[in-house]
Antibody, heavy 121, light 110 residues
Framework: ELQLVESGGVVVQPGGSLRLSCAAS????????MHWVRQRPGRGLEWVSL????????YYADSVKGRFTISRDNSKNSLYLQMNSLTSEDTALYYC??????????????WGKGTTVTVSS | QSALTQPASVSGSPGQSITISCTGT????????VSWYQQHPGKAPKLMIF???NRPSGVSNRFSGSKSGNTASLTISGLRAEDEADYYC???????????FGTGTEVTVL
């Protein structure tokens, strides 16, 4: 069974940092691009970041550029999101999602259940 | 990059067909890299359509997608109670933000 399991979501103070992780199983992780997508409470989906299959290419939404860093470790079947300079606007449920292709097409065919990040003092 | 525009809600009776629109610009929807996601309350999104009109394996053929100019559409035919969910379109965009989602549409089965 194809599965993605996110972890690392906690309550953090404004200006703080956090690292999210996503463990993949049931497919050859290193063959696919991976995304982070977030959903603020009661709101719609927002694409956050993409990393290519080998980690050589990374892309970010304007709202997180310069603050978030996506990375992956194919030997550990794991995806990460380092989040710095957090604000209340970053409070959301963060999903990790698999792309259909090695070079991201933006078509996310496997999703985790998400991990919740709350930025509050 | 603003979110793509979708109607807030669409409703229909069981067995009917409904269509959800997704309006963007020539810098996003116009490129033709459009997908649709279904999200039930408290659940993760599910890919329903990619490349404007292609269905992933396992998705019912009651779901179909199309595009005209800068507006994409998702049609659900033979509406069923289990189709009640939120639906989001998504598109590649040539702006500095690589992908953008729509505002989301709540589908209600009457």
């Amino acid at each position: 069974e194809l599965q993605l399991v996110e972890s690392g979501g906690v309550v953090v103070q404004p200006g703080g940092s956090l690292r999210l992780s996503c463990a993949a199983s049931g497919f050859t992780f290193g063959d696919y691009s991976m995304h982070w997508v977030r959903q603020r409470p009661g709101r719609g989906l927002e694409w956050v970041s993409l990393i290519s299959w080998n980690g050589d290419s990374t892309y970010y939404a304007d709202s997180v550029k310069g603050r978030f860093t996506i990375s992956r470790d194919n030997s550990k079947n794991s995806l990460y999101l380092q989040m710095n300079s957090l604000t209340s606007e970053d409070t959301a449920l963060y999903y990790c999602a698999k792309d259909r292709r090695a070079i991201g097409e933006g078509y996310m065919d496997v999703w985790g259940k998400g991990t919740t990040v709350t930025v509050s003092s | 990059q603003s979110a793509l525009t979708q109607p807030a809600s669409v409703s229909g009776s069981p067995g009917q067909s409904i269509t959800i629109s997704c309006t963007g610009t020539s810098s996003d929807v116009g490129y033709g890299y459009v997908s649709w996601y279904q999200q039930h309350p408290g659940k993760a999104p599910k890919l329903m359509i990619f490349d404007v009109s292609n269905r992933p394996s396992g998705v019912s053929n009651r779901f179909s997608g199309s595009k005209s100019g800068n507006t994409a559409s998702l049609t659900i035919s033979g509406l069923r109670a289990e189709d009640e969910a939120d639906y989001y379109c998504s598109s590649y965009t040539s702006s500095s933000t690589l992908y953008v989602f729509g505002t989301g549409t709540e589908v209600t089965v009457l």
